[in-house]
Protein backbone atom coordinates (compact mmCIF):
# COMPACT_ATOMS: atom_id res chain seq x y z
CA UNK A 1 0.00 0.00 0.00
CA UNK A 2 2.72 2.12 0.48
CA UNK A 3 4.56 1.88 -2.63
CA UNK A 4 0.37 2.55 -4.25
CA UNK A 5 0.97 5.75 -2.35
CA UNK A 6 4.17 6.65 -3.43
CA UNK A 7 2.81 6.19 -7.13
CA UNK A 8 -0.22 7.97 -6.08
CA UNK A 9 1.43 11.01 -4.98
CA UNK A 10 3.77 11.06 -8.33
CA UNK A 11 0.66 11.37 -10.33
CA UNK A 12 -0.75 14.19 -8.17
CA UNK A 13 2.49 15.99 -8.55
CA UNK A 14 2.01 15.57 -12.64
CA UNK A 15 -1.62 16.86 -12.02
CA UNK A 16 -0.96 19.89 -9.92
CA UNK A 17 1.12 21.28 -12.82
CA UNK A 18 -0.39 20.42 -15.68
CA UNK A 19 -3.30 22.15 -14.43
CA UNK A 20 -1.45 25.38 -13.06
CA UNK A 21 0.93 25.96 -16.13
CA UNK A 22 0.10 26.37 -19.43
CA UNK A 23 1.55 23.05 -21.64
CA UNK A 24 4.99 24.54 -23.20
CA UNK A 25 5.99 25.45 -19.62
CA UNK A 26 4.36 22.59 -18.26
CA UNK A 27 6.18 20.26 -20.25
CA UNK A 28 9.77 22.13 -18.68
CA UNK A 29 8.90 22.09 -15.02
CA UNK A 30 7.19 18.95 -15.16
CA UNK A 31 10.62 16.24 -15.12
CA UNK A 32 12.33 18.77 -12.87
CA UNK A 33 9.50 18.51 -10.31
CA UNK A 34 9.47 14.69 -10.83
CA UNK A 35 13.09 14.47 -10.40
CA UNK A 36 12.94 16.62 -7.70
CA UNK A 37 10.33 14.05 -6.03
CA UNK A 38 12.92 10.93 -6.58
CA UNK A 39 15.08 12.34 -5.49
CA UNK A 40 13.56 12.97 -2.38
CA UNK A 41 12.40 9.34 -2.03
CA UNK A 42 15.83 7.50 -2.93
CA UNK A 43 17.22 9.81 -0.15
CA UNK A 44 14.54 7.93 2.01
CA UNK A 45 15.55 5.24 1.57
CA UNK A 46 19.23 4.93 1.21
CA UNK A 47 20.43 7.19 3.71
CA UNK A 48 17.64 8.79 6.26
CA UNK A 49 16.19 5.08 7.10
CA UNK A 50 19.81 3.41 6.43
CA UNK A 51 20.91 5.87 9.15
CA UNK A 52 23.97 6.60 7.39
CA UNK A 53 23.65 10.36 8.77
CA UNK A 54 23.53 11.27 12.03
CA UNK A 55 20.66 13.38 12.07
CA UNK A 56 16.91 13.76 12.44
CA UNK A 57 14.76 13.13 16.00
CA UNK A 58 11.89 15.21 15.24
CA UNK A 59 10.33 12.58 12.47
CA UNK A 60 10.36 9.71 15.02
CA UNK A 61 9.00 11.59 17.74
CA UNK A 62 6.42 12.72 14.93
CA UNK A 63 5.55 9.22 13.45
CA UNK A 64 5.33 8.11 17.31
CA UNK A 65 3.10 11.08 17.89
CA UNK A 66 1.01 9.76 15.08
CA UNK A 67 0.60 6.17 16.47
CA UNK A 68 -0.64 7.53 19.57
CA UNK A 69 -3.62 9.37 17.28
CA UNK A 70 -3.79 6.16 15.89
CA UNK A 71 -4.61 4.39 18.83
CA UNK A 72 -7.32 7.18 20.30
CA UNK A 73 -9.24 6.43 16.53
CA UNK A 74 -9.71 2.82 17.49
CA UNK A 75 -11.44 3.92 20.45
CA UNK A 76 -12.87 7.32 20.42
CA UNK A 77 -13.40 7.47 16.00
CA UNK A 78 -11.83 9.69 13.69
CA UNK A 79 -11.51 13.06 14.46
CA UNK A 80 -8.54 15.60 15.00
CA UNK A 81 -6.72 15.12 17.84
CA UNK A 82 -5.24 18.34 19.90
CA UNK A 83 -2.67 18.81 22.39
CA UNK A 84 -5.37 19.08 25.01
CA UNK A 85 -6.60 15.53 24.58
CA UNK A 86 -3.18 14.17 23.61
CA UNK A 87 0.19 16.21 25.35
CA UNK A 88 3.00 16.98 23.08
CA UNK A 89 0.95 17.55 19.64
CA UNK A 90 1.59 21.29 20.49
CA UNK A 91 2.72 22.92 17.30
CA UNK A 92 2.39 19.68 15.41
CA UNK A 93 -1.05 18.85 15.82
CA UNK A 94 -1.63 18.95 12.05
CA UNK A 95 1.48 17.29 10.70
CA UNK A 96 0.74 14.14 13.10
CA UNK A 97 -2.83 14.14 12.39
CA UNK A 98 -1.78 13.76 8.31
CA UNK A 99 0.71 10.93 9.44
CA UNK A 100 -2.00 9.00 11.45
CA UNK A 101 -4.50 9.61 8.71
CA UNK A 102 -1.83 8.06 6.03
CA UNK A 103 -1.00 4.88 8.59
CA UNK A 104 -4.89 4.30 8.87
CA UNK A 105 -4.64 3.83 4.65
CA UNK A 106 -1.55 1.79 5.31
CA UNK A 107 -3.19 -0.33 7.73
CA UNK A 108 0.44 0.17 10.08
CA UNK A 109 3.32 1.92 10.11
CA UNK A 110 3.41 3.87 7.08
CA UNK A 111 7.10 5.77 7.20
CA UNK A 112 7.88 5.64 3.42
CA UNK A 113 4.44 6.88 2.91
CA UNK A 114 4.30 9.71 5.07
CA UNK A 115 7.06 10.61 3.47
CA UNK A 116 6.07 10.61 -0.05
CA UNK A 117 3.39 12.75 0.75
CA UNK A 118 5.85 15.21 2.55
CA UNK A 119 7.81 15.45 -0.74
CA UNK A 120 4.66 16.34 -2.69
CA UNK A 121 4.07 18.96 -0.82
CA UNK A 122 7.64 19.77 -0.82
CA UNK A 123 7.64 20.15 -4.90
CA UNK A 124 4.09 21.79 -5.16
CA UNK A 125 5.67 24.65 -2.83
CA UNK A 126 8.25 24.74 -5.88
CA UNK A 127 5.28 25.46 -8.13
CA UNK A 128 3.81 28.26 -5.52
CA UNK A 129 7.63 29.75 -5.75
CA UNK A 130 7.36 29.87 -8.90
CA UNK A 131 3.84 31.71 -9.49
CA UNK A 132 4.80 33.96 -6.89
CA UNK A 133 8.66 35.13 -8.74
CA UNK A 134 6.13 36.02 -11.75
CA UNK A 135 3.81 38.22 -9.53
CA UNK A 136 6.84 40.04 -8.49
CA UNK A 137 7.84 40.76 -12.21
CA UNK A 138 10.31 37.85 -12.65
CA UNK A 139 10.11 36.38 -16.24
CA UNK A 140 9.83 32.87 -17.39
CA UNK A 141 13.54 32.33 -17.41
CA UNK A 142 14.27 33.50 -13.76
CA UNK A 143 11.16 31.70 -12.43
CA UNK A 144 12.39 28.85 -13.75
CA UNK A 145 15.50 29.04 -12.14
CA UNK A 146 14.23 29.34 -8.96
CA UNK A 147 12.17 26.72 -9.22
CA UNK A 148 15.27 24.55 -9.68
CA UNK A 149 17.16 25.85 -6.94
CA UNK A 150 14.51 25.48 -4.68
CA UNK A 151 13.64 22.18 -5.60
CA UNK A 152 16.86 20.52 -5.36
CA UNK A 153 18.22 23.33 -2.10
CA UNK A 154 20.29 20.61 0.18
CA UNK A 155 18.69 21.55 3.52
CA UNK A 156 15.36 21.58 1.87
CA UNK A 157 15.63 17.93 0.29
CA UNK A 158 17.10 16.74 3.41
CA UNK A 159 14.32 18.15 5.54
CA UNK A 160 11.60 17.17 2.92
CA UNK A 161 12.97 13.31 2.36
CA UNK A 162 11.67 12.39 6.13
CA UNK A 163 8.56 12.63 8.22
CA UNK A 164 9.97 16.45 9.53
CA UNK A 165 7.78 19.23 9.84
CA UNK A 166 9.75 21.72 7.94
CA UNK A 167 8.71 21.16 4.18
CA UNK A 168 5.02 21.40 5.15
CA UNK A 169 5.70 24.63 7.29
CA UNK A 170 7.54 26.16 4.09
CA UNK A 171 4.62 25.21 2.14
CA UNK A 172 2.53 26.92 4.31
CA UNK A 173 4.27 30.36 5.25
CA UNK A 174 4.96 30.55 1.43
CA UNK A 175 1.42 29.75 0.01
CA UNK A 176 0.01 32.43 2.67
CA UNK A 177 2.50 35.02 1.08
CA UNK A 178 1.79 34.12 -2.41
CA UNK A 179 -1.66 35.24 -1.45
CA UNK A 180 -0.98 38.47 0.06
CA UNK A 181 0.94 38.97 -3.42
CA UNK A 182 -1.83 38.14 -5.40
CA UNK A 183 -4.20 40.55 -3.43
CA UNK A 184 -1.91 43.36 -3.77
CA UNK A 185 -1.81 42.72 -7.72
CA UNK A 186 -5.74 42.16 -7.86
CA UNK A 187 -8.15 41.88 -4.40
CA UNK A 188 -10.16 38.83 -4.35
CA UNK A 189 -12.24 38.21 -1.16
CA UNK A 190 -11.97 34.19 -2.58
CA UNK A 191 -7.81 34.60 -1.97
CA UNK A 192 -8.79 35.87 1.78
CA UNK A 193 -10.80 33.16 2.51
CA UNK A 194 -8.11 30.92 1.18
CA UNK A 195 -5.73 31.83 3.56
CA UNK A 196 -7.42 31.18 6.57
CA UNK A 197 -7.13 27.50 6.62
CA UNK A 198 -3.28 28.22 5.49
CA UNK A 199 -2.96 29.95 9.19
CA UNK A 200 -5.03 27.62 10.55
CA UNK A 201 -3.05 24.66 9.53
CA UNK A 202 0.03 27.07 10.20
CA UNK A 203 -1.09 27.35 13.80
CA UNK A 204 -1.00 23.46 14.51
CA UNK A 205 2.68 23.52 12.62
CA UNK A 206 4.41 26.28 13.73
CA UNK A 207 2.35 28.84 15.65
CA UNK A 208 4.16 31.82 15.62
CA UNK A 209 4.55 31.91 12.04
CA UNK A 210 0.96 33.15 12.03
CA UNK A 211 1.66 36.46 13.52
CA UNK A 212 4.82 36.29 10.76
CA UNK A 213 2.63 36.21 8.04
CA UNK A 214 -0.59 38.04 8.79
CA UNK A 215 0.89 41.34 8.79
CA UNK A 216 1.71 40.92 5.13
CA UNK A 217 -1.43 39.46 4.19
CA UNK A 218 -3.34 42.42 6.01
CA UNK A 219 -1.11 45.28 4.49
CA UNK A 220 -1.71 43.60 0.86
CA UNK A 221 -5.17 43.51 1.62
CA UNK A 222 -5.63 47.15 2.68
CA UNK A 223 -3.75 48.10 -0.11
CA UNK A 224 -0.74 50.57 1.17
CA UNK A 225 -0.62 52.88 -1.55
CA UNK A 226 -4.01 54.23 -1.06
CA UNK A 227 -4.21 53.70 3.06
CA UNK A 228 -0.75 53.85 4.01
CA UNK A 229 2.10 56.59 3.09
CA UNK A 230 5.22 54.58 2.57
CA UNK A 231 7.14 56.28 5.55
CA UNK A 232 4.10 55.55 7.85
CA UNK A 233 4.24 51.36 6.55
CA UNK A 234 8.06 51.52 6.85
CA UNK A 235 7.75 52.46 11.12
CA UNK A 236 4.61 49.63 10.80
CA UNK A 237 7.93 47.13 10.26
CA UNK A 238 9.92 48.52 13.59
CA UNK A 239 6.30 48.38 15.37
CA UNK A 240 5.82 44.73 14.57
CA UNK A 241 9.48 43.13 15.77
CA UNK A 242 9.10 45.53 18.81
CA UNK A 243 5.52 44.26 19.23
CA UNK A 244 6.34 40.70 19.33
CA UNK A 245 8.95 40.99 22.20
CA UNK A 246 7.51 43.42 24.49
CA UNK A 247 3.90 41.71 23.89
CA UNK A 248 2.27 42.56 27.39
CA UNK A 249 -1.35 41.64 29.05
CA UNK A 250 -1.68 38.16 30.82
CA UNK A 251 -4.33 35.97 30.54
CA UNK A 252 -5.30 32.76 28.83
CA UNK A 253 -8.00 34.73 26.67
CA UNK A 254 -5.84 36.90 24.58
CA UNK A 255 -4.80 35.61 21.00
CA UNK A 256 -1.64 37.14 21.96
CA UNK A 257 -0.73 35.12 24.84
CA UNK A 258 0.36 31.85 23.05
CA UNK A 259 3.06 33.68 21.03
CA UNK A 260 4.13 35.47 24.02
CA UNK A 261 4.77 32.30 25.83
CA UNK A 262 6.52 30.74 23.15
CA UNK A 263 8.62 33.63 22.87
CA UNK A 264 9.49 34.68 26.25
CA UNK A 265 10.14 30.31 26.50
CA UNK A 266 12.35 30.41 23.11
CA UNK A 267 13.97 33.46 24.60
CA UNK A 268 15.13 31.99 27.85
CA UNK A 269 18.60 31.77 28.99
CA UNK A 270 18.12 28.15 30.29
CA UNK A 271 16.66 27.30 26.59
CA UNK A 272 19.37 29.56 24.41
CA UNK A 273 22.19 27.87 26.59
CA UNK A 274 20.44 24.30 26.10
CA UNK A 275 20.55 24.88 22.64
CA UNK A 276 23.91 25.77 21.87
CA UNK A 277 25.03 22.68 24.33
CA UNK A 278 23.03 20.03 21.96
CA UNK A 279 24.02 19.03 18.55
CA UNK A 280 27.60 20.11 17.87
CA UNK A 281 26.83 23.22 16.67
CA UNK A 282 26.12 25.83 19.63
CA UNK A 283 27.03 29.20 19.79
CA UNK A 284 27.16 31.47 22.35
CA UNK A 285 27.21 35.65 22.56
CA UNK A 286 28.25 37.71 25.28
CA UNK A 287 24.70 39.35 25.76
CA UNK A 288 24.44 39.46 29.41
CA UNK A 289 21.89 36.95 29.18
CA UNK A 290 19.56 39.13 27.10
CA UNK A 291 17.67 37.97 24.43
CA UNK A 292 18.45 41.37 22.62
CA UNK A 293 21.78 41.95 23.69
CA UNK A 294 24.37 41.32 20.81
CA UNK A 295 22.10 41.76 18.35
CA UNK A 296 24.65 42.57 15.52
CA UNK A 297 26.35 39.58 16.00
CA UNK A 298 23.42 37.55 16.24
CA UNK A 299 22.06 38.71 12.95
CA UNK A 300 25.11 37.77 11.60
CA UNK A 301 24.92 34.28 12.79
CA UNK A 302 21.24 34.28 11.46
CA UNK A 303 21.88 35.68 7.98
CA UNK A 304 25.54 34.22 7.27
CA UNK A 305 26.23 30.65 9.05
CA UNK A 306 27.29 28.27 8.94
CA UNK A 307 30.33 29.98 8.03
CA UNK A 308 33.34 28.35 5.96
CA UNK A 309 35.63 27.75 9.11
CA UNK A 310 32.99 26.33 11.25
CA UNK A 311 33.11 23.20 13.02
CA UNK A 312 30.41 20.61 13.44
CA UNK A 313 29.23 17.65 11.97
CA UNK A 314 28.95 15.79 8.95
CA UNK A 315 25.57 17.53 7.72
CA UNK A 316 26.56 20.77 9.24
CA UNK A 317 29.41 20.62 6.65
CA UNK A 318 27.37 19.62 3.75
CA UNK A 319 25.17 22.48 5.26
CA UNK A 320 28.16 25.05 3.20
CA UNK A 321 26.97 24.11 -0.14
CA UNK A 322 23.78 25.34 0.45
CA UNK A 323 25.07 28.22 2.60
CA UNK A 324 27.14 29.26 -1.16
CA UNK A 325 24.44 29.08 -2.88
CA UNK A 326 22.14 31.62 -0.59
CA UNK A 327 25.09 33.82 -0.45
CA UNK A 328 24.47 34.03 -4.34
CA UNK A 329 21.01 34.61 -3.60
CA UNK A 330 21.28 37.14 -0.62
CA UNK A 331 23.42 39.44 -3.12
CA UNK A 332 21.17 39.23 -6.05
CA UNK A 333 18.43 39.77 -3.81
CA UNK A 334 19.91 43.22 -2.81
CA UNK A 335 20.19 43.85 -6.14
CA UNK A 336 16.43 42.89 -6.99
CA UNK A 337 15.41 45.04 -3.73
CA UNK A 338 17.10 48.06 -5.19
CA UNK A 339 15.37 47.31 -8.93
CA UNK A 340 11.88 46.68 -6.70
CA UNK A 341 12.47 50.12 -4.78
CA UNK A 342 12.10 52.14 -8.46
CA UNK A 343 9.53 49.90 -9.27
CA UNK A 344 6.71 48.45 -6.94
CA UNK A 345 7.72 49.80 -3.56
CA UNK A 346 4.24 48.38 -2.24
CA UNK A 347 5.36 44.94 -3.07
CA UNK A 348 8.74 45.45 -2.07
CA UNK A 349 7.03 46.60 1.57
CA UNK A 350 4.99 43.27 1.86
CA UNK A 351 8.07 41.41 1.43
CA UNK A 352 10.52 43.24 3.81
CA UNK A 353 7.79 43.09 6.65
CA UNK A 354 8.08 39.39 6.13
CA UNK A 355 11.83 38.92 5.45
CA UNK A 356 13.00 41.81 8.15
CA UNK A 357 10.51 41.18 10.94
CA UNK A 358 11.67 37.34 10.64
CA UNK A 359 15.22 37.45 10.44
CA UNK A 360 15.39 39.73 13.52
CA UNK A 361 13.16 37.70 15.77
CA UNK A 362 15.19 34.52 14.62
CA UNK A 363 17.90 36.59 16.03
CA UNK A 364 16.70 37.05 19.15
CA UNK A 365 16.27 33.23 19.57
CA UNK A 366 19.61 31.69 17.97
CA UNK A 367 22.03 29.70 19.81
CA UNK A 368 22.76 26.90 17.48
CA UNK A 369 23.15 26.76 14.10
CA UNK A 370 21.83 23.82 12.94
CA UNK A 371 18.37 24.82 14.57
CA UNK A 372 18.53 28.11 12.74
CA UNK A 373 19.75 26.34 9.41
CA UNK A 374 16.86 24.50 9.27
CA UNK A 375 14.23 26.91 10.43
CA UNK A 376 15.34 29.92 8.06
CA UNK A 377 14.33 28.11 5.26
CA UNK A 378 11.23 30.26 4.57
CA UNK A 379 12.76 33.34 5.01
CA UNK A 380 15.73 32.00 2.18
CA UNK A 381 12.37 30.80 -0.30
CA UNK A 382 11.09 34.17 0.45
CA UNK A 383 14.00 36.42 0.26
CA UNK A 384 15.28 34.78 -3.30
CA UNK A 385 11.79 36.26 -5.07
CA UNK A 386 14.20 39.03 -5.12
CA UNK A 387 17.11 37.23 -6.42
CA UNK A 388 14.62 36.54 -9.57
CA UNK A 389 13.65 40.32 -10.19
CA UNK A 390 18.01 40.63 -10.25
CA UNK A 391 18.29 38.02 -12.99
CA UNK A 392 15.39 39.23 -15.07
CA UNK A 393 16.93 43.14 -14.76
CA UNK A 394 20.03 41.37 -15.72
CA UNK A 395 18.51 39.46 -18.73
CA UNK A 396 16.65 42.43 -19.87
CA UNK A 397 19.62 44.74 -19.83
CA UNK A 398 21.73 41.85 -22.23
CA UNK A 399 19.23 41.64 -24.45
CA UNK A 400 18.54 45.66 -24.77
CA UNK A 401 19.27 46.52 -28.23
CA UNK A 402 22.90 48.45 -28.18
CA UNK A 403 22.91 52.21 -30.56
CA UNK A 404 24.59 51.12 -33.59
CA UNK A 405 27.85 53.07 -33.85
CA UNK A 406 28.85 56.11 -36.32
CA UNK A 407 31.62 54.98 -38.49
CA UNK A 408 34.98 56.55 -38.28
CA UNK A 409 34.57 60.28 -39.06
CA UNK A 410 37.26 59.88 -42.23
CA UNK A 411 35.07 57.52 -43.63
CA UNK A 412 32.01 59.20 -43.08
CA UNK A 413 33.75 62.59 -44.51
CA UNK A 414 34.93 60.59 -47.33
CA UNK A 415 31.18 59.38 -48.37
CA UNK A 416 29.64 62.87 -47.61
CA UNK A 417 32.61 64.25 -50.79
CA UNK A 418 31.17 61.30 -52.73
CA UNK A 419 28.00 62.23 -52.24
CA UNK A 420 28.47 65.64 -53.19
CA UNK A 421 30.80 65.03 -56.57
CA UNK A 422 28.20 62.51 -57.65
CA UNK A 423 25.10 65.24 -56.92
CA UNK A 424 27.65 68.25 -58.99
CA UNK A 425 27.82 65.43 -61.44
CA UNK A 426 24.14 65.00 -61.83
CA UNK A 427 23.17 68.55 -61.61
CA UNK A 428 25.95 69.23 -64.19
CA UNK A 429 24.54 66.90 -66.90
CA UNK A 430 21.08 66.47 -66.41
CA UNK A 431 18.13 69.39 -65.92
CA UNK A 432 16.94 70.35 -63.12
CA UNK A 433 13.91 69.48 -61.67
CA UNK A 434 11.48 70.53 -59.78
CA UNK A 435 7.82 69.70 -57.85
Same mark, same amino acid.
Given at each position: ???????????????????????????????????????????????????????????????????????????????????????????????????????????????????????????????????????????????????????????????????????????????????????????????????????????????????????????????????????????????????????????????????????????? #????????????????????????????????? #??????????????????????????????????????????????????????????????????????????????????????????????????????????????????????????????????????
Amino acid at each position: MEYLIVAVAAAMLGVIVQTTFAPQTARRILPVLLAAYAVRIILHLLVMQADVIDYGGDDAAYMDLATKILARWEWEGFHFVTAEQLPGLYSVGAVCNLFAAIMYVCDGPAELACTAVVALISCALCVVIHKMATLVGANESAAFRLLVITAFMPSFVLHSSDTFKDGINAFLVVSCLGLGLSNLRRFDIRKVMMAAPLLWTLWQVRPYMVFMCAPPLLLSALSPKRILSLRSAAVLIGLLVTGLMVLVGTGDQLLTAPIQEELLHAQS #TEVRMFSAGSGGSGVTFEDGGAAWGALGPKLLY #TLLSPFPWTDGSLVLQLGKIETAIWYYLLWNAMIGARELWRRDRRLLLVLALFIVSGFIVYATTVANIGLIFRQRMPLMMITSLLAAVAWTRCQARKERPRPRSLPPFHEAATDVDSHRDSDSVRSEGSPARFG
